[in-house]
C-alpha cells in the first residue's frame, strides 16, 4: 500500500509565484569570500560560482520564525505528508549560461515528481523541486533539480 496519496499526488505541477532579484557585484564577492573561492572571476564580482544560486530563494528569518531545531519552515509546495522528517536529498544544475553581476534573474519553482521507495529503515518519500533561472527576457540560464526526502 502506497503511502502517497492521490491528494499528495495532485501536488505534482504545482509553482510558487516567480521571485525576481538582481546579481549584485557585492553579493557575489560575500559569497566568494565566505566560500573560499579563488578565481579572480568570483573573487572580483563578475561572475557568480554556480552554488551562489542555492540561497537566493532561502529568506532571512528572524530566530523566532525558525523551526524547534533551526530549521527554516518547509518550503510551501511540501505537501501535508505521512512522513514528517524532511532531508535533503541531493541536487543537479544544467548550466546553460553563466550568472553575471548585473543580471536580473526570474526564478520559478515547480515540484515536478513524488515518488516512494522502501528503504533499509522503512519507506520514504521523494519530493523533486525544479528551479529555472531565467533572464527577464525568458532566456534560461540555469535549470536546478532538487530532491527532498521523507522519512
Known amino acids: ?9 495532485s501536488c505534482i505541477g504545482a509553482a510558487l509565484p516567480p521571485v525576481r532579484f538582481e546579481v549584485c557585484r557585492s553579493d557575489i564577492r560575500k559569497y566568494a569570500v ?30 523566532d520564525q ?19 522528517r524532511i532531508m535533503a536529498g541531493g541536487c543537479q544544475y544544467q548550466v546553460h549560461r553563466r550568472i553575471r553581476a548585473g543580471d536580473v534573474l526570474v526564478c520559478r519553482q515547480t515540484l515536478v515528481d513524488i515518488y516512494e521507495k522502501e528503504g533499509a529503515q522503512g519507506p520514504l518519500i521523494f519530493l523533486v523541486f525544479e528551479n529555472r ?13 532538487l530532491t527532498r526526502i521523507a522519512r
Open 1 to 9: 500500500m502506497s503511502l502517497i496519496t492521490e491528494s499528495i499526488r
Open 34 to 63: 565566505a566560500t573560499g573561492q579563488r578565481q579572480a572571476r568570483f573573487l572580483n564580482g563578475d561572475e557568480a560560482p554556480l552554488m551562489f544560486l542555492f540561497g537566493v530563494l532561502m529568506p532571512v528569518l528572524p530566530l
Open 66 to 84: 525558525l523551526l524547534e531545531d533551526g530549521r527554516q519552515p518547509d518550503n510551501p509546495l511540501v505537501p501535508e505528508l505521512p512522513l514528517k
Open 133 to 145: 533561472f531565467e533572464s527577464e527576457a525568458g532566456l534560461l540560464l540555469v535549470t536546478e533539480r
